[in-house]
């Protein structure tokens, strides 16, 4: 089946700080989408793509659909303590099943 | 406008009760979906719904999990008996129908399951 694999599982990073995480799968998708779940929420919908090529921005966060259709890219300018959490990759393929495939999520932490 | 409703946020059971988790989708979201979270497994698809039918329960773990879906504003998954390795967190989602694949989550119930 298809398969997500995220990276990297985990970052510690300096506020101000750039970061970059992507997902690549095993397969051709037709959608990306990024998600964070802040402790104790459910993940929230940061960005979504679907078209290959695409650059999707979303204030200091910008997403790409890889030009393959098998990776997306995930990059924070500039983090500040509130950008903690989890991040995950979805994406979903051309068997149209209405499921998303997950990633296992990069857990990012800011030092102030 | 009102998201993902999820009862109750917290749940503490001991092995062996009935619990039932609730979740009210967005308002004219067709699909509807049922994950598991844990430290070790990750975000787990159980069951999704479309127009309140069951269309793939693959994700199930046994036959103790049942879920629901009366109508297109309320959906129940039910654990009976449960079990100490049931314990996670459960996200109810749900989506508009068309081209786009965005789910939306709701808050999650914590099950803690002694």
């Known amino acids: 089946g298809q398969q997500l694999n995220q990276s990297p599982q985990s970052m510690f990073i300096q506020e101000g700080e750039d970061v970059s995480m992507n997902c690549t799968s095993s397969?051709?998708?037709?959608?990306w989408l990024w998600y964070k779940q802040d402790p104790g929420e459910g993940p929230v919908l940061l960005i979504a793509?679907?078209?290959?090529?695409e650059l999707t921005s979303n204030g200091r966060l910008t997403a790409q659909f890889g030009i393959t259709r098998k990776d997306s890219f995930l990059n924070i300018s500039a983090s500040i303590p509130s950008d903690v959490g989890i991040y995950f990759c979805?994406?979903?393929?051309?068997?149209?099943?209405?499921?998303?495939?997950f990633g296992q999520g990069t857990t990012l932490q800011v030092k102030p | 406008d009102a998201g993902v409703i999820q009862s109750p946020r917290h749940e503490v059971t001991e092995m062996g009760q009935e619990v039932t988790l609730r979740c009210k989708p967005i308002?004219?979201?067709?699909?509807l979906f049922w994950y598991r979270q844990t430290m070790m497994r990750g975000l787990e698809l159980l069951i999704y719904?479309?127009?309140?039918?069951?269309?793939?329960d693959s994700g199930m773990p046994e036959d103790r999990f049942s879920a629901k879906m009366p109508n297109a504003s309320f959906s129940t998954l039910k654990i009976q008996p449960s079990e100490p390795r049931d314990s996670a967190v459960y996200f109810c989602?749900?989506?508009?129908?068309?081209?786009?694949?965005?789910?939306?989550f709701g808050p999650g119930t914590r099950l803690t399951v002694t």
């Open positions: 719904f479309n127009n309140n039918v069951p269309i793939d």
């Open positions: 308002s004219g979201h067709d699909y």
């Open positions: 989602a749900s989506r508009a129908s068309g081209s786009t694949y965005e789910q939306y």
């Open positions: 793509l679907y078209k290959a090529g």
């Open positions: 979805a994406g979903s393929g051309s068997s149209n099943t209405g499921k998303l495939i």
């Open positions: 397969s051709i998708f037709n959608t």
